[in-house]
Structures are given as C-alpha cells and as structure tokens.
C-alpha cells in the first residue's frame, strides 16, 4: 500500500503547521518522521489518520484520494503518545474495541485478541485494567488495539517517549522485529533521532514545517543537505572564519595531533569521559572552541593544557 | 501552635453555623417522639407538598442531566461560535438571586406578563402553577450537572474519544462506549446535587408558586407555611426531609470515588 503524500499545508490560524509536504511512503515501508517539537511531524500524522484535514494537498493511496475521508473510515491504526487506552475497559476489551465497533461475531473477536495477546506478550493480563499495568505493558496494548482490525497502515506518535530509557530500548528493538513479521507499512514520529536511525528503513527531517531532508539513515547521516539537518543529527561544531564558509564539524570527526603537526593549533581545555568516549574540550587559536569526541585509547595521550593541532577527518560546508 | 488555634477556629465556626442548625432541626422535629414526628410527616398536606416536590424533580433532573451532558460535552471538545457566551450564560442561574430568576418567569409568562394575554387566550396556566414551578427549578438546577461534568471531561481530555474514532467508532459509539462510561461517576453525583436542590429550592418558587395549599406548595414552601402558622414541631419534621435529602447526598458522594484519568 503506497501512500503519496502531495503539496499538504495547514494552518492553526497564524501558524503554519505544514508547509507544502510531499512524501511517498513504500508499501510495508518504517518510515520516521524526525523534528524537533512544533516542526510539523505530529500534524503530518494526524493528516494521514484522518484527524485533521489540510488546507491544501491530497493524500492518496494507490491512486485513490483519501483527504476527505475521515478517521473512521480509513482503517489506520493510530497509537497515541500517551497510549490513550480506554481506562473503564480491560486490556482485552481495549484490544477487542475495534472488532466490537464493527459487529463482529464473539467467536472471532475473543479468537483474534487470543492472537494479538500472544502477539504482543501480554497473554496473562488480559483481564487487567490499564492503571494496573506498567507502562511497557501499556504501550504493547495500545499497539495491540491499533492492529486488531488489519489497518492498511500504523501511525505511532512518539511511541516510546513516554517510557523510562531501559523499557524504550527493549521496546524499540521488539517493534522493529514485529514490524519485519507483519509487514505492515508503518509510520512514526519521533525527536529522538537515535530512534529515527535504529528503527527507521527511511527518516524524514521536518523543520518549521517542511520536509528538509527524506533518506535512509546513512545517507542523512552522511549527506546532510542542510545545517539544520547537520546540527538536528547533533554532536556537531560550527566555526567561521576558518575560510569562506561556516564549517559544521561532528565531534567525532575531529583528530588530535601534538604541535607540530598539520592543523589547526588548539589547546585543550578540558577532559572528561561521557560514556563510550571521551570528550575533549579546545580553544582554538583564533578563539573558538572546539570538541573531539575520541576513543579512550587515543585520549590517552593528551592532558589538559596541552598545546595540540586538531584535524576534521569530515568537515561540511553549506552554501547560504 | 498557628495550626490548633486555626483547627479550633474552624471547628468552632462550623459547629456554630451547621452543626447547631442541624441539631435544632432534628431536637424541634423529633423532641416530642418519633409519633408526633410521623403524625407530621404524614399529614394531608405534608404528603401533598412531597408528592409535587418529588413530582417536579421527576421531571426537572432528567432535562437538566441531558442538558448537562450536552452542554458540558460540547463545551469540552468542540470550539464553535457562541462558545464563550454559552459558558457565561451557564453559570447566571448560580449567580442570578433566586427571586430574580423567579420574577423573570412572572414577567414573561404572569398576567401581566409578555405572554400573559396569549397564554390567557389560550387557557394556559404558567404562573401559580405547576409548569411555572417547574420552569423556575429547572432555571436554577440548570448548570449543576454541567458544572460537575465540564471539568472532569476537560482533565480527561479528547485522546480516548479520538482513538475510538480511528479504531471505527461511529459518533454515537464513542458516546456510548468510551464518553459515557468515563462520565458515570461525575453524572451521577450531578444528578444528585441536581436533586437535592430542585427539592429543596425555596426563593424562584416562591415567587411563582402563589402558595395555593394542596396544589402548589412544594415542601419547603409547605414548611414556611407551618412555620408562620405557628405549628413549630410539623415545620422541623418537614424541614427534616430535606436535611434528610442533604445528608444522604453527602453520604452518595462519599461513596462515590472519582475516575482519575487512565
């Protein structure tokens, strides 16, 4: 099921949400929607679930015009930020919900929740209420509920975002594995692009709006066509003056050397470990600072105060 | 130190203000024995005056509850024109004086009202009877199960509500199936502060009731009427119905423990 996406804009009175969007979703594609809040990517979301209705553009799936279709009727399954999972009913009446709404006979909705529980883990608690399950738990039967009535697609809202970091990365990995056996086309925002990059075939940069960059995650991370995209990514330095352009040079791309050698003199500041590397703080000659993000083993060498030449094994340059 | 003095001074203040008032009420209704209570309470006119306050309640909740699930889930979800001015309309009949809400009635509907000439053409009574009775307790009651409702569905929120609606739910299904059963509790105790007040409301039925015995004395017109005939001990035994009505919503909403969200 391909979905194109074609010149969408959407306003909120004086705010443009959405700023003529074109995108094409592949059949059984994971697409992210990378951006920092307010960028647009929750709003592209809710246009694909039927919640909102562009000011202009269409969305359709193969050929078909779905604009004006409403949420009801166009079978996505939307999994909210929050899970927004129904607290009067219990997690099997919360996944049973979608088949229920449609008249399904009762031997066919208990012998498709039995498989969707299994699917998602959750077979022993199907009788729980949703306060009295952690919010992992919660998560898996939000996702559960999207998936019951087959939707032809799966929009997930920041679907991690509201769980403690240990619970996310199990769920991530989990999600990527249960989006290869279903092959359902899937789609979800996110601000976290360590999330974007480990899940996603395919992420989408929004900034104010509009789509900056649509890649698979080494082509983003290594072409980045933007200086928002660069400094979205992160972990990067901006210097001027170093020649006509602003360079963005990524921490981890910056080499030391001792004096002597070619490069841009620089004296080290600072030194201090943060988590697999190690970061070492400079001020270059001309005034600026500087970060190399470098193995440990490398670091080694170097000791504060010391005068060093720093080298950009990458450096990238935008024209304005 | 600060924190027994302020304890003592509440507790003094409302001993003083509820505490005694209610303890008059029970010692006058019930100082001469539970028979002469009931010998009150069971009087001709009492039952009378029960019988159509119950009979106006009857009518006037269930109106005031529709009205109040409509208004309070409008208010809530939507964003439409008149919005603000609905809002502020809501809460006049709190505001208003009862008299003046009751007068309101007399000059549309009275003899010398708007339509008092069509309504007489007509034959039909509004004033000095029941329909005025009703219409003036319904204007009072008419935001109590709205403003119970509004801020619950607020802090709820539209997630559910539009989960249902992506998951197929038609209008209605999500009414019924998600919007009503998150509602019950705070419904249920609306309805129950809406009730106690269309029984117990005295100032907007007074000015429309004409006070004509065993037709439209409602029991707290009934009770000022013994009271100012002098029977004291049939006055408090009427008068301890409505505490009686009181108690037991406060008793109701104890009960009663509010959803708190997912």
Sequence with gaps: MSIEILGISKNFGAFRALDDVTLRIGKGELLALLGPSGSGKTTLLRVLAGLEVPDVGTVQEDGHDLTSLGARDRNVGLVFQHFALFPHLDVFENIAFALRVRKRPDAEVRARVDELLHLVQLGGLAHRRPAELSGGQRQRVALARALAARPRVLLLDEPFSALDAKVRHELRAWLRQLHEELGTTTVFVTHDQDEAFELADRVAVFHRGRIEQVGTPDEIYDEPKSPFVLDFLGHVQWLEGLGLATLGVRHRDVVLHAAGHDGWPARIERIHRTGPRVRVDLQLHTGQPLIAALEPSAAREFAVGQEVRAVATRKYAFAT | ?262
Excluded: K
């Design chain 2, 1 to 262: 130190m600060v924190r027994i003095v302020l304890t003592f001074l509440a507790m003094a203040w409302l001993a003083l203000m509820v505490l005694a008032p209610v303890a008059i009420v029970l010692v006058e209704a019930l100082g001469a024995g539970l028979g002469a209570w009931w010998a009150a309470v069971s009087d001709e006119e009492t039952r009378t005056s029960v019988a159509l306050s119950l009979q106006i309640a009857a009518l006037v909740v269930p109106l005031n509850a529709i009205f109040g699930v409509a208004a309070a889930w409008a208010l809530a979800r939507f964003r439409f024109p008149g919005r603000a001015l609905l809002l502020a309309l809501l809460d006049l009949p709190l505001s208003v004086s009862p008299v003046v809400a009751g007068l309101v009635f007399v000059l549309l509907f009275g003899a010398q009202g708007w339509f008092g000439v069509w309504l007489q053409e007509h034959d039909v009574q509004i004033i000095f009877a029941v329909p005025g009775i009703v219409l003036a307790t319904a204007f009072v009651t008419l935001p109590m199960v709205a403003r119970e409702l509004l801020p619950l569905l607020e802090s709820q929120g539209d997630d559910a509500e539009l989960a249902a609606l992506t998951l197929g739910a038609s209008g209605w299904q999500v009414f019924w199936r998600v919007s009503f059963p998150r509602m019950r509790g705070a419904l249920a105790y609306g309805v129950l502060l809406c009730l106690a007040r269309a029984l117990g409301e005295f100032g907007a039925v007074s000015v429309v009731s004409g006070h004509i015995r065993g037709q439209t004395d409602t029991l707290p017109l009934h009770v000022e009427i013994l009271h100012n005939e002098y029977h004291f001990q049939a006055a408090f035994a009427a008068a301890s119905l409505l505490l009686l009505v009181g108690v037991a919503t406060l008793l109701l909403r104890r009960l009663h423990t509010p959803e708190t969200g997912d």
